[in-house]
Structure formats: structure tokens, C-alpha cells
């Protein structure tokens, strides 16, 4: 029964057998998941990760070397594919969301993006698929249509399988805990930590491993290793099949969202009603979206509320479902608030993103030019240099989990120590000192080749040592275990139940928009700059495109602060109750 009056609200719990079925599946589900799912399912995102960080490390060292392509191109190549591979998600998530569910969402995915390294290792493999090669100062004959088709082929396989595993590898693990209270969530967070762990350690194995075999034995080899592990990664999670606790989808949030739009422009010349408890409120119509328990009533964006008001022209009976296209449910509305609340945070780490993918870029470059000897037989792949982002970023996640939460929680009180906007906002402070480290690196390293005469001579080893590039790889890997890991948890945390995907997709989206911000940067700085040149990083001046970055990023904390100051946060209502022996969220 439902209404738009206090007084006669329905009960959460159906009455007799339907009740009783809601119950029984609901302890079946809850015998399932839980800690013993976690090898199965992060074994799957290990090996996209080996994929994916094992080629775009050291992409820029392909596309240069192997396809001769020019710098700023490969650089805009790759930022493009992280963009892409980012932006996917939201489609994987709407399937996951609505139709398919995440376990054969990621299954599928994963399916696709093993097809796309089966072509992007026969394209390394076959001497027709990429340009003949070329040595000392002889003009690099770049590839030709049909081989770059082949790579953007396979980069398009990649991309669409990361759509489907990204978002929902994240939500899938985090759903295997019940939580005893979902407003103060203990496992989750914890699962995050040690989820983004798992994915740092698989990145440290791609840019040493990896890389090295790329650069030393082939790149058939370097990309044929990841493959077999994609490969293995599906055999693998299919085998935890019967283990998973599995949420059936709720149908599509964006058809949700859309019918909220509409029924309030619908309603816009209605004037708002005072009392919020007048609004459309049906528990039961809502059960499958609200498991964790009913959101509350907010005072911002009050024009959505307009969806939620009961008018004569409705025809409202108890018995019937109401067209959501003209009346929504106050929860439906503030599934929508919660979004739109979230994309000013959203926003902020699109910039992050933009600092993080010169490591992948101009920090390679300047690394190809420094001595990277560490015996007179071992040469350190430029690529490898991103270990240091990731040793960083493992031991402070290591040392966050451990130690600072336990000091941060005698002071503050909260159990995870600092909540999720501290934590990015640290992030984003030390990615700030990061870029502006890169920037006075770089003077260091052309003033060592001006005193050594090779400014002219970009194919020279500077005499100045790689490592002068630690500081700004291990500083951006502490940023991003602050600001990434805090940046994930947000989304998952603050989205809608419904939505969990869906909001873990706008994460990766924020490093997808961040990618293009980059390539749109340095395309505008090659254009109307001597910046950044093709062919000799010595003749330009990419210290000031990191201080450029420096100067943006200072700006955006200032507005990511603004926001976190006025961000409310989402408010849910529940209590415990028992069946069966099992606790059920249900409304207060």
C-alpha cells in the first residue's frame, strides 16, 4: 500500500509466504561470499591490470621505437587509450547494473579484452604488422594505415573489456562482506585498501617483469606473458562461481535517473510542499533498490522534489504501480541528489588524473635520456622507473592501514582513522609538491646536458643518473594512496546501492576525463609553445608544462575544499533485525 501521508506509511516486510521467500533468499545469499571469494575475484583484476600497465608503461617506448611515430603523437595515443579505457566503464556498468549482473558482466568483459592482447601480440609478433626497422640517423619510416588499424584495433578490444572489469570487479568484491551497520561500513573500507594493494602489487610486476622483458628479450614475449594470464584469470573466476554472493540487477539506474528528470519538469510549476513527509513514500515498491535501508528526505536540489509530490491528475490506487515518468518515490529522488551531489567531488579528480599521466609520458622521455646503468651489463628499462610510484604507494597503504589509522582514530574517533574527503584532500596536497618536483628534475637534467654539449644530440646519454627521477615517482605513488583509494571509496560509499557500478564507473570516468584533459594540454602547448618538441627533449622547455600543471592543480584543491566543506553526505536509515539467525537492514 502506498501514500503521501505519515500516517498510514507502508512496513518495509511483505506479509506471509512472500516474506518468508524475501527472508529464505536472503540467508541463502548471505551463507555465501565473505573473504574465502577474494583470491577468485582479485586474481581477475591482477591480470587486466598485468595487461594493461604491462603495455601502457612502456606504450610510449612502442609506438616510438616500433611504429615511429613522433613523440607528441604517441604521447596523445596513449593519454587516448587511458582516456578510453576509462570511459568504457559507464557502459559496462549500466549492463552490469540493469541487465546482466557484475559476475557475467566481468566474465564477458574479460573475454573481450583477451581478445584484444591476442591481436596486439601477433601484431608485436608479425614483421608484415609493423614498419621495418631503423638505426643511427637513418629517416624511420612510420607505419603505415593498415598496421596503425590493427593496433587501434586492439586497443579498442582492450578498452571496451576494461569497460566491463573496472567497475565492477571493485563493487563485486566489496559486496561479498555484510555489513552489521551499512552507515558505518568497517569491512568495506578495508577491502579497498587492500584491493588497491593487490592491483599496486601487479603494477610493480608489469613495470619490472614486464618491461624488461619487453625491452630486453621482445615485445611478442613482453605482451604473450600477459595474454596467458588473461587467459588464466577467466578459468580462475568461473572457478569461484559457486562461492560468490551474487545481487541480482535492479534494473537500470539510468532509466531511474532519467524518469526523476522528467516527472520533476513535469511538476516544475507545482509549488514545493513544506513538509517533506507529504511526499510519495512506498517501502515495498522500493524493497529491491533499498536493501541497505530507505534514504532520507534532503533539503538540496529541492526542484527534484517536485517528482515526488502526489497530485489528482496521478490516479493513484494502492493496488497499482505508479507511472514513474510522472510520480517518483522520495528514495528515487535521492538516488538522484546522491549523484548529482557527487560529481562536484567527481570533478576534482579529473586534474589528479591529468599530473598522473605524465608519469606514463614525459617522465619516460626524460628517463630514456638519463644513465640507467646499474652494472655495465644491466641497463634499468625506462619504464621500470614507475616501481617507485608503486613501492611508495604499497608501503604508505601498508602504513595507512597499520598506523595512521589507529593514531588518527584516537583522535578523531572515526574507525577508519580520517574519512575518505581527509584523505583525498591529502592526496591531492602532495600530488601538488610531485609536479612541482618533476619541473626544477627537468632543470637539473638539461643543465647536465648543456654542460656536457648535448642539447643537439637527443639520442645521447645525459651524465646524470635516473634516479634524480625517484622523488616525483614515489611522491605521485603517496598521492595516489591517499587520493585514488579515497577518490574509490567516495563513489562507493556515497552512490546509491543501486548504483554501486555505476558510481565506481564515474571514478574511473574522473581518470578518463583527466587523460583527455592531458592530451587537450600538451596539444595546445605543442601548438602555441616550444615546449614541448617532437624529436629532442632537450630543446624544450617541459619544466614549464609541469609548473603549468603545478599552478592548475593548486587552483583545483582550492575548489576541491570548497566542495568537501559543503558536501552532504548520504543519509540512510536502518535498523537490525533477525531472521533466521541473520541480521536484516530494514527502515527505522
Known amino acids: 500500500m502506498a501514500t503521501a501521508t505519515p500516517e498510514n506509511k507502508d512496513s518495509f516486510a511483505t506479509s506471509g509466504n512472500a516474506d518468508d521467500k524475501q527472508s529464505k533468499a536472503f540467508v541463502n545469499n548471505n551463507e555465501k561470499g565473505g573473504i574465502k571469494t577474494m583470491p577468485f575475484i582479485l586474481v581477475n583484476e591482477i591480470c587486466e591490470k598485468l595487461a594493461m600497465v604491462g603495455f601502457s608503461k612502456n606504450m610510449v617506448n612502442y609506438l616510438t621505437q616500433q611504429l615511429h611515430m613522433p613523440l607528441t603523437k604517441a604521447a596523445n595515443t596513449v593519454t587516448n587509450f587511458n582516456g578510453t579505457s576509462s570511459l568504457t566503464p559507464l557502459l559496462g556498468a549500466f ?224 493496488s497499482e504501480k505508479p507511472n514513474f515518468w510522472i510520480l517518483n518515490t522520495v528514495h528515487r529522488v535521492e538516488e538522484l541528489k546522491s549523484i548529482l551531489r557527487m560529481l562536484p567531488i567527481w570533478a576534482a579528480g579529473i586534474l589528479f588524473a591529468t599530473s598522473s599521466a605524465q608519469q606514463n609520458t614525459f617522465s619516460l622521455q626524460q628517463a630514456n635520456t638519463m644513465e640507467r646503468h646499474l652494472t655495465k651489463s644491466f641497463v634499468i628499462p625506462s619504464a621500470s622507473m614507475s616501481v617507485f610510484g608503486m613501492l611508495s604507494m604499497l608501503v604508505t597503504i601498508v602504513l595507512y592501514d597499520r598506523l595512521l589509522v589507529r593514531v588518527a582514530r584516537r583522535i578523531t574517533g572515526l574507525e577508519r582513522g580520517i574519512n575518505f574527503l581527509q584523505r583525498m584532500a591529502i592526496g591531492f596536497f602532495i600530488a601538488i609538491i610531485a609536479t612541482m618536483v618533476a619541473g626544477f628534475v627537468e632543470v637539473k637534467r638539461k643543465h647536465a646536458a648543456s654542460a656536457s654539449g648535448l642539447i643537439d644530440s637527443p639520442e645521447s646519454t645525459i651524465p646524470i643518473s635516473v634516479f634524480w627521477l625517484v622523488p616525483q615517482y614515489s611522491l605521485h605513488g603517496i598521492a595516489e594512496a591517499f587520493m585514488v583509494i579515497g577518490h574509490l571509496e567516495f563513489f562507493y560509499n556515497q552512490a546509491p546501492e543501486s548504483m554501486r557500478s555505476t558510481a565506481t564507473a564515474l571514478f574511473w570516468t574522473s581518470i578518463s576525463v583527466g587523460d583527455y584533459t592531458s592530451t587537450l594540454l600538451v596539444t595546445l602547448v605543442h601548438k602555441y609553445s616550444d615546449w614541448l618538441p617532437n624529436r629532442n627533449l632537450n630543446e624544450g622547455k617541459l619544466e614549464y608544462f609541469y609548473w603549468l600543471l603545478t599552478l592548475l592543480q593548486a587552483l583545483n584543491i582550492v575548489y576541491y575544499l570548497i566542495c568537501a566543506k559543503f558536501y552532504t553526505f548520504k543519509p540512510l536509515s536502518h535498523k537490525t533485525e533477525h531472521v533466521e539467525g541473520v541480521e536484516l537492514t530494514t527502515q527505522v
Not at 604473450?224 to 534494473?251: E, K, Q
Not at 536493501?291 to 529541492?302: A, E, F, I, R, W
Not at 527534484?304 to 490516479?315: G, K, M, P, Q, W
Request: one cysteine or more.
Open 95 to 318: 549492463i552490469a547494473d540493469s541487465y546482466a549482473g557484475k559476475f557475467w558482466t566481468i566474465t564477458i568483459a574479460t573475454a573481450i579484452y583477451l581478445a584484444g592482447m591476442i591481436v596486439l601480440t601477433l601484431s608485436a609478433a608479425l614483421p608484415q604488422l609493423r614498419p621495418p626497422p631503423c638505426a643511427g640517423d637513418q629517416v624511420c619510416q612510420e607505419a603505415n594505415g593498415s598496421q596503425t588499424a590493427v593496433l587501434y584495433l586492439s586497443l579498442l578490444f582492450a578498452a571496451l573489456g576494461s569497460g566491463g572489469i573496472r567497475p565492477c570487479v571493485a563493487a563485486f568484491g566489496a559486496e561479498q562482506f555484510v555489513e552489521e551497520d551499512p552507515t558505518q561500513p568497517k569491512k568495506t573500507w578495508v577491502f579497498f585498501n587492500w584491493y588497491y594493494f593487490a592491483l599496486g602489487a601487479s603494477i610493480l610486476l608489469a613495470s619490472t617483469v614486464l618491461v624488461y622483458i619487453q625491452d630486453n628479450v621482445g615485445w611478442s614475449w613482453g605482451l604473450g606473458i600477459p595474454t596467458l594470464a588473461m587467459a588464466l584469470s577467466i578459468i580462475v573466476f568461473l572457478i569461484g562461481y559457486p562461492l560468490y554472493r551474487n545481487l541480482d540487477p535492479a534494473g537500470s539506474p539510468y532509466t531511474r535517473v532519467l524518469q526523476v528528470s522528467v516527472a520533476a519538469f513535469r511538476k516544475r510549476k507545482i509549488p514545493l510542499i513544506s513538509d517533506p513527509k507529504f511526499l510519495y513514500v512506498n517501502e515495498e515498491l522500493d524493497a529491491s533498490i533499498s536493501t541497505d535501508g530507505l534514504l532520507h528526505h534532503t533539503k538540496q536540489l529541492k526542484f527534484l522534489d517536485n517528482a515526488a509530490i502526489v497530485t489528482e491528475e496521478d490516479s493513484l490506487k494502492s
